[in-house]
Structures are given as structure tokens and as C-alpha cells.
């Protein structure tokens, strides 16, 4: 697959690395502190449709965001939100997925195929599904049940519509 153009020196990496000399140019320290200034943590899929920031109203400085293939919680998300609740002050935990994910479009297949072709299992699971809604269910069950976590009250989950850009809520149940 070919990279898009990258401007003078060639590659996207350049060009983005170009692009932080422009902005760190023009940075001003806002002189912020690291706790995020609305108490929450968003977990949300990594796909490159979604501006979270736009999406939900964020400045800078008001959340943490925990991105990954879906949006799933692993045990890699409990150890953020674990360190986001206990050594910075979130309270509250918002989870994204959406519709259109690249991870419906895969099965646990993909675990067995990289197996067969690297000659190692990945120790990880590919946490792949048919149902965003139920996706979302099993990933605020996992915070809710979360020995780790000190608030667990406050979780809600949403399905982000890539078409309309609207949130709908999943109901816990
Ligand atoms: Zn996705």
C-alpha cells in the first residue's frame, strides 16, 4: 500500500515531525497540572473517524483517553484507569465504540493465523465481535467488576455513529 505524498523529505513521518517544529514554535506552556480537570476517562477504539475532543465537547487538559482496537477493556486499559483513578483523580469512566469497527470484520481467527505464520501464539486475545451494543455491556462489566478500580460507580457506555457523529447510549442490563 502506498503512503500518501509527505511534502518535501518523503515520508508521513517527516511530514509530521515537520509539522510538531511549526507547532512547538508557536507553543505556549498552559502550565496545566496532569489531573485531567473533569475527573473522567475515556476508553475509546482507535479508529481514525473519531475526534474525540470534537465529538464530546473536550479541551485540552479535561480527560484521559485510553484508545485501542475497539475500544475493548483489557487488562492494559484496567492498568491505566487503575493508575488515571488511584494517582490522578478520575472518577467517572466513559467508553466509546462504534459502529462500522474494524474489529467486526475479523474473528479470533486472526489469533490462530498469526500463530500459524509467526510460530507463536500472541498472548494476547484478539477481543473481536459481532455486537458493537454487546461489546459495549462486556467492556463496562469489566470496569464495573474491576477489584482495582476504586470508582466503579460511574461508567456509561455509548456506540458512536461514524455517519451522524451521534452518541447513543448502551444500557448496562
Ligand atoms: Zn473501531
Known sequence: ???????????????LVEANERYAAAFTDPGMDARPVLHVAVVACMDARI?????LGLALGDCHTIRNAGGVVTDDVIR??????????????????????????????F?????MEVGQR??????????VDQDVRQSMARV??????????DVRGFVFDVHSGALREIDPA
Open 51 to 55: 475526534d474525540l475532543h470534537a465529538a
Open 144 to 153: 464495573r467488576t474491576s477489584p482495582f478500580l476504586p470508582h466503579r460507580d
Open 111 to 115: 489469533r490462530h493465523d498469526l500463530e
Open 80 to 109: 491505566s484507569l487503575a493508575i488515571s483513578q488511584r494517582a490522578l483523580g478520575t472518577r467517572r469512566v466513559i467508553l466509546i465504540h462504534h459502529t462500522n469497527c474494524g474489529m467486526q470484520t475479523i474473528t479470533e481467527d
Open 122 to 131: 500472541p498472548p494476547w486475545a484478539v477481543e473481536a465481535f459481532r455486537d
Open 1 to 15: 500500500m502506498a503512503d500518501p505524498p509527505g511534502g518535501i523529505t518523503g515520508t508521513v513521518t517527516d511530514r
